[in-house]
C-alpha cells in the first residue's frame, strides 16, 4: 500500500495537457468521449484512495470500526499509515461526498421544474416559451427530450439560424451530452485536479453539435452567425449540465472554427498511434496516468482487504 495509495490523488495532473490539446487537434466528438472517461476512472480512483487513506490512518481512533487485531505491530508494519492524513481525509471525503449529492440534487430539481413549465403546452420535441427573455437549451427525460426554446430567441434569429439552433438542441439530444457533462461535473468535485478536464469537455460538447449543426444544415457559416447572436442575447442554460446553443466555451473559438474547414475524424486507434506529435505524447500520459490511478487504487484496496482478512479471520 504505501505512498502507492495517494497516487490518484495527483496522477490527474497527468491529463491536463490532453485537455488543451484535445480541444485543438481532435474531432469534438473523439475529444469529448476520451476526456469524460479519463476524468471519470480518475474521479472514481482518487475518491477510493481518500477513503482507503481515510480508514487506514484512523485505525487508532476510539470508535473505529476496525478489529483489534489491526493495531498489531505486523498489521501496522505491513499497511504504513500517516494519522494527520487519515485524520484531514476525514473533512476531504465528506465535503466530496456532500457536492456530489448537491449537484446532483440541483440537477435533477432543475429539470423537473423545466418540465413541469412545459406542463401546459403541447407535447412536441420543440417548446416554445412565450417569454421575453432569450434562451434555449436541449432537455432530456421526461417522456420525450425537448428542445427548449422562447420567442425572444427566436424573434432574433433569421429562418436559416433557426434551423442551426434546432438543429444544434437535437445533436446534443441524440449524443446525451448531457451525461457527459454530468459526469465530468461529478468527477471535478470529486477531485478539482479533473477541473481542466470539465472545462474542457463543456468546450467539445459544445463544438460536437456544432459540428452536427452545420452538416445538418449545410453551411457552417450559417451555424456559426446563429452561435455569435444568440451568445450576444442569450443568458445561457439553468445549470451546466444542460446543453444550449450559447452553452459553455469560448464562442470566439467556436465561432472562429466553424468558419474554418471541418475537422478531421479520426479513430481512436490512430490518436494513440501518433506517439511522435505532442497529441499522441499527451494522449499517452493520460492513457499512463488513468491506468497506474486504477493499478495503485486497486492495489491499495486489495492490500487491505487481505490484511483486515488476516487481522480478524472469519
Known amino acids: 500500500m504505501g505512498v502507492f495509495v495517494f497516487l490518484p490523488l495527483v496522477l490527474p495532473l497527468t491529463a491536463w495537457p490532453i485537455a488543451r490539446l484535445a480541444e485543438q487537434h481532435l474531432h469534438p466528438r473523439t475529444a469529448t468521449r476520451l476526456l469524460t472517461g479519463v476524468a471519470a476512472v480518475m474521479a472514481l480512483c482518487s475518491t477510493v484512495s481518500l477513503a482507503l487513506v481515510m480508514v487506514v490512518g484512523t485505525a487508532q481512533l476510539p470508535g473505529n470500526p476496525l478489529p483489534d487485531g489491526w493495531s498489531d505491530p505486523q498489521v501496522r508494519e505491513a499497511v504504513p499509515y500517516d494519522e494527520v492524513a487519515?485524520?484531514?481525509?476525514?473533512?476531504?471525503?465528506?465535503?466530496?461526498?456532500?457536492?456530489?449529492?448537491?449537484?446532483?440534487?440541483?440537477?435533477?430539481?432543475?429539470?423537473?421544474?423545466?418540465?413541469?413549465?412545459?406542463?401546459?403546452?403541447?407535447?412536441?420535441?420543440?417548446?416554445?416559451?412565450?417569454?421575453?427573455?432569450?434562451?434555449?437549451?436541449?432537455?432530456?427525460?421526461g417522456r420525450r427530450d425537448r428542445v427548449v426554446v422562447t420567442t425572444a430567441l427566436?424573434?432574433?434569429?433569421?429562418?436559416?439560424?433557426?434551423?442551426?439552433?434546432?438543429?444544434?438542441?437535437?445533436?446534443?439530444?441524440?449524443?446525451?451530452?448531457?451525461?457527459?457533462?454530468?459526469?465530468?461535473?461529478?468527477?471535478?468535485?470529486?477531485?478539482?485536479?479533473?477541473?481542466?478536464?470539465?472545462?474542457?469537455?463543456?468546450?467539445?460538447?459544445?463544438?460536437?453539435?456544432?459540428?452536427?449543426?452545420?452538416?445538418?444544415?449545410?453551411?457552417?457559416?450559417?451555424?456559426?452567425?446563429?452561435i455569435g447572436k444568440a451568445a450576444l442575447v442569450s443568458r445561457g442554460t439553468p445549470v451546466p449540465t444542460l446543453a444550449g446553443l450559447a452553452g459553455p466555451g469560448p464562442v470566439p473559438r467556436r465561432v472562429a472554427a466553424l468558419l474554418g474547414p471541418?475537422?478531421?475524424?479520426?479513430?481512436?486507434?490512430?490518436?494513440?498511434?501518433?506517439?511522435?506529435?505532442?497529441?499522441?505524447?499527451?494522449?499517452?500520459?493520460?492513457?499512463?496516468?488513468?491506468?497506474?490511478?486504477?493499478?495503485?487504487?486497486?492495489?491499495?484496496?486489495?492490500?487491505?482487504?487481505?490484511?483486515?482478512?488476516?487481522?480478524?479471520?472469519?
Open 86 to 141: 487519515g485524520k484531514a481525509a476525514i473533512p476531504a471525503l465528506c465535503a466530496v461526498l456532500v457536492a456530489c449529492v448537491r449537484a446532483l440534487w440541483r440537477h435533477g430539481r432543475v429539470r423537473r421544474r423545466a418540465q413541469r413549465a412545459l406542463a401546459g403546452l403541447p407535447d412536441t420535441s420543440v417548446a416554445v416559451l412565450p417569454d421575453r427573455v432569450p434562451y434555449a437549451y436541449a432537455l432530456p427525460g
Open 154 to 226: 427566436l424573434e432574433r434569429l433569421e429562418s436559416a439560424e433557426r434551423r442551426a439552433l434546432f438543429a444544434h438542441e437535437r445533436a446534443h439530444l441524440t449524443a446525451r451530452h448531457h451525461r457527459f457533462l454530468l459526469t465530468v461535473r461529478l468527477a471535478a468535485l470529486a477531485n478539482p485536479f479533473l477541473r481542466p478536464l470539465r472545462t474542457a469537455v463543456a468546450y467539445t460538447a459544445e463544438r460536437w453539435a456544432d459540428e452536427e449543426a452545420a452538416r445538418e444544415v449545410g453551411s457552417r457559416r450559417v451555424v456559426a452567425r446563429a
Open 262 to 314: 471541418a475537422p478531421a475524424a479520426r479513430a481512436w486507434p490512430s490518436v494513440f498511434r501518433s506517439v511522435f506529435t505532442s497529441v499522441g505524447l499527451a494522449a499517452w500520459a493520460a492513457a499512463a496516468g488513468t491506468a497506474v490511478s486504477a493499478m495503485s487504487s486497486a492495489n491499495s484496496a486489495v492490500t487491505m482487504f487481505f490484511v483486515l482478512q488476516a487481522a480478524a479471520p472469519l
